[in-house]
């Protein structure tokens, strides 16, 4: 079982940048494929972000040039780093953890542990 938490999120003007990371509880993280999702009130979870076990990465092309996806693996820690926001990105961001290998997906289907969320505001 894998225990995720989410932290980093808050209010900044449109332009400005975030950092979101994602704790993870075992040391197993390494295995796992790990994602960005977000999800708006009444909207489905949307993923943003994908890394695999060899450090490979696919953003989806609403944040690509915005927004990198990193792990710090002797932290077990996973990293968004957010530059340039817009007030569309205000939303409530979650990571997520799949099992096997995700072949660089972005369908939350494929997740099996998710954290708590952490809120991204950007007003303009």
């Known amino acids: 079982q894998v225990q995720l938490v989410e932290s980093g999120g808050g209010s900044v003007q449109a332009g400005g940048s975030l950092r979101l990371s994602c704790a993870a509880s075992?040391?197993?993280?390494?295995?796992?494929?790990m994602g960005w999702f977000r999800q708006a009130p009444g909207k489905e979870r949307e993923g943003i972000a994908t890394?695999?076990?060899?450090?490979?990465?696919r953003s989806a092309a609403s944040v690509k040039g915005r927004f990198t996806i990193s792990r710090d693996t002797a932290k077990n820690t996973l990293i968004l780093q957010m530059i340039s926001l817009r007030p569309e990105d205000t939303v409530m961001y979650y990571c997520?953890?799949?099992?096997?290998?995700?072949?660089?997906?972005?369908?939350?289907?494929?997740?099996?542990?998710w954290g708590q969320g952490t809120q991204v505001t950007a007003s303009s």
């Open positions: 890394i695999n076990v060899i450090a490979m990465t």
């Open positions: 075992s040391n197993s993280y390494r295995y796992y494929c």
């Open positions: 997520g953890a799949a099992r096997a290998d995700c072949y660089l997906g972005l369908r939350p289907e494929n997740y099996n542990y």
